[in-house]
């Protein structure tokens, strides 16, 4: 990816994100092509952390129906990032 704002779609916050930031681990949904050393770079380089460890999953989208019509939402690619203790992300601070 040439720009490293292109890797990071958007954080996740949910219940269950939210329980893992107190292990210093948060959740971004990042693009179907990007691996485990561009979220790694894009994460240190943006918000100036040191970073761990990256897991990366494959999320498949729903079949949503619409009345007779059937459809799927598309398919996403989560990364969850574990920081070095002492560090954090400000952007998820206060939620």
Do not use: C, W
Not at 2 to 25: G, H, W, Y
Not at 31 to 41: G, I, T, W, Y
Not at 45 to 64: A, C, E, N, S
């Amino acid at each position: 990816m040439e720009n490293l704002r292109d890797v990071l779609i958007r954080p996740v916050i949910t219940e269950k994100s939210s329980a893992l930031m107190q292990e210093n681990k948060y959740t971004f949904i990042v693009p179907l092509k990007s691996n485990k050393v561009e979220v790694r770079q894009a994460v240190e380089r943006i918000f100036k952390v040191k970073v761990l460890d990256v897991h990366t999953l494959r999320v498949l989208g729903k079949t949503k129906r619409m009345g007779r019509h059937q459809g799927k939402r598309s398919d996403y690619k989560k990364a969850i990032v574990k920081l070095a203790p002492g560090q954090n992300i400000e952007f998820f601070e206060g939620v």
